[in-house]
Nanobody, 120 residues
């Protein structure tokens, strides 16, 4: 069983910062690409950023320069540092990861999401 658990969401004022974390636990053989997605009310889930196992990153254009994705492979954790937050960043943020479990089969797993609200 593999689990992804996000933390770090909350309420922040415009211009503020938050750091999200996502811990992967369970029967893990290897973790490949990890990423963050978000879903605002009445909108489709969208890509925020991804990071490959070698550290190569990819960002949605609207997040470049404000958000930074990183990972700590020793801790099976991916982070999202969010700066200069705007009201339009309000959404539920989900982490995901391509993981080979004890069966060695690679599957995509999702966390349960963490709410980020940007409001004064």
């Amino acid at each position: 069983q593999v689990q992804l658990v996000e933390s770090g969401g909350g309420l922040v004022q415009p211009g503020g910062s938050l750091r999200l974390s996502c811990l992967v636990s369970g029967s893990i053989f290897s973790i490949y690409t990890m990423g963050w997605y978000r879903q605002a009310p009445e909108k489709q889930r969208e890509l925020v950023a991804t990071i490959a196992s070698d550290g190569i990153t990819n960002y949605a254009d609207s997040m470049k320069g404000r958000f930074t994705i990183s990972r700590d492979n020793a801790k099976n954790t991916v982070y999202l540092q969010m700066n200069s937050l705007k009201s339009e960043d309000t959404a539920v943020y989900y982490c995901n990861a391509d993981i080979a479990g004890s069966s060695r089969i690679v599957r995509k797993y999702w966390g349960q999401g963490t709410q980020v609200t940007v409001s004064s």
